[in-house]
């Protein structure tokens, strides 16, 4: 009989367990959020903008008074970014920028982009459209990293 009646008990621990076991196992499930990275070339070296997409990129800067004339993509990929371990992106000028997920509140994420010989920043992405940030020299330009997060 005894065990008849520390059984109700016993289930109630586990139940009572198992609430706030819950919540910490949500949290243990990384967030993570997709992002497209698009690697440009920036100069003063002619005038081509290649793809003809980055025309908007390109009166954009003009608009900040950044005064380059020729924007090549180098490199376009969409990535995974989590807020456990960086995620990775090699650039032409042999160097690696990591992105990580430091948070996510009201429908925009903050990311912290790092580039070795930069500064690492921390970037909101959201509605309001692309995030430029500038990567490093490589071969008379500079690289800017175009940074969005995909639409749904």
Known sequence: MRTMTRMPGVLGVLALLGLFLLPGAALAQELKLKVEVEVVLVSNKGDEVSPPELQKMKETFQRQNFSYTSFKRMSQQSIEVGGKEPTEVKLPNGVNASFLLLGMKDGSATLRVTVPNQSA????????????????KHVGGDLVLVLNVPAK
């Open 121 to 136: 920043v921390e970037v909101q992405l959201g509605r309001q459209g692309a995030v430029y940030q500038r990567a490093g």
